[in-house]
């Protein structure tokens, strides 16, 4: 079956300190792996996808098979970065199965 | 990127009466779309996949005829919640692929809330 975790409920991070959100998962196959942000009274929307091997808004995933990690990192954190963060993994054009979310809530 | 969008945004109802909520792709077509169900302080759990021409496909342990999807256009999905009680309260989200294009991205509705007295 697919999991995905995230330990981390809660992350507070100074303004300026580096970010890392932890996400793990569990699947024999290859996973398409994402991350979604929540921002307050807002929609869940992508992040970024582990294909893409992207940066967006700063915010970097390595996916590492060998330890099945999808870790989500900024180097300098921005208090607009406060939000919910939701890894998902995806296998085909199944739908995501998510993670259940950290907050990461950024102090000034 | 593409919208989809829910209505109503908020509903409360009365122990018993059935409840519709629509889901609308604004400018894309969806063959598929996902219902979403959120506790408190909780994850995305999918209810549903929502296939448009047939029928549902229910994840294990929803009933299907306590939440009657109906997909009956490449733009709306509707999910109903019958003889509402107070444990079907919750946030409800729904999701949509856009089939001409990259079907690889869902994109989220901004979900109903749905209160149960």
């Known amino acids: 079956a697919q999991r995905v975790t995230q330990p981390e409920k809660l992350l507070s991070v100074f303004k300026g300190a580096p970010v890392e959100l932890k996400c793990n998962y569990s699947y024999s196959g290859s996973p398409e792996l994402f991350w979604y942000v929540q921002y307050s009274r807002q929609r869940l929307q992508l992040l970024l996808r582990?294909?893409s091997r992207e940066s967006i808004k700063g915010f970097t995933a390595d996916l590492n098979k060998g330890e099945t990690s999808f870790h989500l990192k900024k180097p300098f954190a921005q208090e607009e970065d406060s939000a919910m963060y939701y890894c998902a993994l995806r296998r085909g054009n199944t739908p995501l199965v998510f993670g259940k979310g950290t907050r990461l809530s950024v102090i000034a | 990127g593409a919208v989809v969008s829910q209505h109503p945004s908020w509903v409360i109802c009365k122990s018993g009466t059935s409840v519709k909520i629509e889901c609308r792709s604004l400018d894309f077509q969806a063959t598929t779309m996902f219902w979403y169900r959120q506790f408190p302080k909780q994850s995305l759990m999918l209810m549903a996949t929502?296939?448009?021409?047939?029928?549902?496909?229910?994840e294990q342990g929803v009933e299907k005829d306590k939440f009657l999807i109906n997909h009956a256009s490449l733009t709306l999905s509707t999910l109903t919640v019958t003889s509402a009680h107070p444990e079907d309260s919750s946030f409800y989200i729904c999701?949509?692929?856009?089939?001409?294009?990259?079907?690889?991205?869902?994109?989220f509705g901004p979900g109903t809330r749905l209160t149960v007295l």
């Open positions: 582990h294909i």
């Open positions: 929502s296939n448009e021409g047939s029928k549902a496909t229910y």
């Open positions: 999701s949509a692929h856009d089939a001409g294009t990259d079907a690889r991205e869902q994109f």
